[in-house]
């Protein structure tokens, strides 16, 4: 008996050591993020305000190694497909003519070519993702034009008849986007983007043309861009953001919060210096702000229908820096709202997951048509932002497609994975059976309606 009661006695003693261990751990860990509380803030919001710029550079870097060369045009002659990983949410709707441009090496001379057939527009993104100039359809018309594209610091004088475009960072992306009417309409818009040219000032003058190389599958593809970002140590994050704002600067209205970065040892240029808890305490702050980010995204807010119109300042984002951020992780590449907008949906008219195992119904009635003066589609993503395979290959519907419309002028378009009954196939979006995905409309050139709220989708309506 006396031996049962002192080992009890023991293993008390032991559990209140145990105890008393943990609280001393626990309270030694409160003081130092107490003490660190600042660091963990800014380091959260240090990483928002980066991310752009960041992945950016990231996304340079996989296309000169899947796409091609850097100061090159790269004209894409099909649609991508469901192994497409490049950028999240791609388009199929659009054939691309792209490149990143060093500003370093130019200034460079843009041509457009004379197009009355097909809607294009043409946006170049700084990299901190804000379009700074969109020659197009919609701001320059249909006689084309040349362009003269010249960096921060350029003082040159621009020779005639040529239209200046300024770059605020050496790190430009051009993401142009003519119209196609599927792939039948290829060999047309193949010839159109034969028009458009990117040459160096001097060789433009010399008439020495322009290095186009044709799109090739890369044999082993490195990881995609928002993979790496996921996978980036925090050192390496905020050591690349320093190096990365030296040519690439922050723009005036940023100065606030590049003081708020100078608090925690982040500068244009400048090596970290920190010591082994204020790694913790900023690694802290960068994983706090992915669970936000993480969380605000899977949250309805400002649904209408069941559908969220992105903001008005979508590639002019000022100092929204969260906005500047989640579109950089989800959509990067978007157009100004006027030359395109997308409204978008992940649940149905009730306010559930859409979903693979239930089939749906999105209803247009004459009036409530997209109003667009070029065109508009829908897409339908997974869960991971990406096309979603299926046996038809068929990745969208567009007004561009030979659509069935019901006797009264509206339409239906259908979405599930399994084919719907005769007479509906023409308007069936494919997704992936039993798993999650969302939608993701496309308005080109939409009318005001479209972008003052006055015009909205339609809820997806659950059928089964």
Do not use: C
């Amino acid at each position: 008996m006396t031996t049962h009661v002192l080992s009890a006695a023991r293993r008390l003693t032991r559990l209140k050591r145990i105890f008393s261990g943990l609280l001393a751990l626990m309270l030694v860990i409160g003081a130092v993020l107490y003490a660190k509380s600042e660091q963990i803030v800014l380091g959260a919001e240090a990483y928002i305000f980066g991310y752009p710029l960041v992945i950016m550079d990231v996304t340079r870097a996989n296309a000169a190694l899947t796409l091609a060369p850097e100061n090159t045009l790269l004209k894409v002659r099909q649609f991508p497909d469901a192994g497409f990983t490049d950028v999240v949410r791609p388009n199929v709707d659009t054939l691309y003519t792209t490149g990143f441009i060093d500003m370093a090496k130019g200034p460079w001379v843009f041509e457009m070519a004379a197009n009355d057939k097909r809607y294009e527009v043409m946006p170049f993104m700084d990299a901190w993702t804000n379009v700074f100039a969109a020659p197009g359809t919609r701001t320059t018309g249909t006689a084309g034009g040349r362009f003269l594209l010249a960096g921060r610091d350029w003082a040159g004088q621009v020779p005639t008849g040529l239209t200046l475009l300024r770059s605020p960072t050496q790190i430009v992306w051009l993401i142009g986007r003519t119209q196609t009417n599927g792939a039948a309409d290829y060999p047309l818009v193949h010839a159109l983007q034969d028009g458009i040219s990117l040459r160096l000032l001097a060789d433009w003058q010399a008439g020495k043309p322009a290095t186009e190389p044709t799109w090739q599958a890369a044999g082993s593809k490195p990881v995609p861009p928002v993979e790496q970002m996921k996978d980036m140590r925090t050192v390496e994050f905020f050591t690349r953001l320093a190096r990365l704002m030296v040519d690439n600067p922050a723009a005036a209205a940023d100065a606030p919060m590049l003081v708020k970065l100078s608090r925690i040892g982040i500068a244009p240029g400048r090596p970290l210096n920190w010591g082994a808890l204020d790694q913790a305490a900023i690694s802290l702050g960068r994983w706090l702000a992915d669970l936000k980010v993480a969380k605000e995204l899977k949250k309805p807010r400002d649904l209408v229908r069941g559908w969220a119109t992105p903001p008005a300042m979508l590639g002019d984002y000022g100092t929204f820096y969260n906005t500047r951020a989640v579109v950089a992780m989800v959509g990067l590449g978007a157009n100004l709202p006027a030359d395109a907008t997308y409204p978008n949906t992940s649940v149905d008219a009730a306010g559930q997951p859409l979903s693979g195992s239930h089939r749906y119904r999105l209803h247009f009635t004459p009036a409530e048509l997209p109003p667009v003066k070029a065109f508009w589609s829908i897409t339908a993503y997974g869960s991971d932002n990406f096309l979603i395979d299926n046996r038809l290959r068929r990745y969208a519907i567009s007004d561009l497609d030979p659509l069935v419309y019901n006797p009264d002028g509206s339409l239906d378009v259908w979405i599930q994975a399994n084919e719907p009954a005769a007479g509906k196939s023409s308007n069936w979006l494919p997704v992936k059976a039993g798993q999650p995905f969302l939608l993701n409309a496309r308005l080109y050139w939409p009318k005001p309606a479209a972008l003052n709220g006055v015009w909205g989708m339609p809820a997806a309506e659950r059928v089964d």
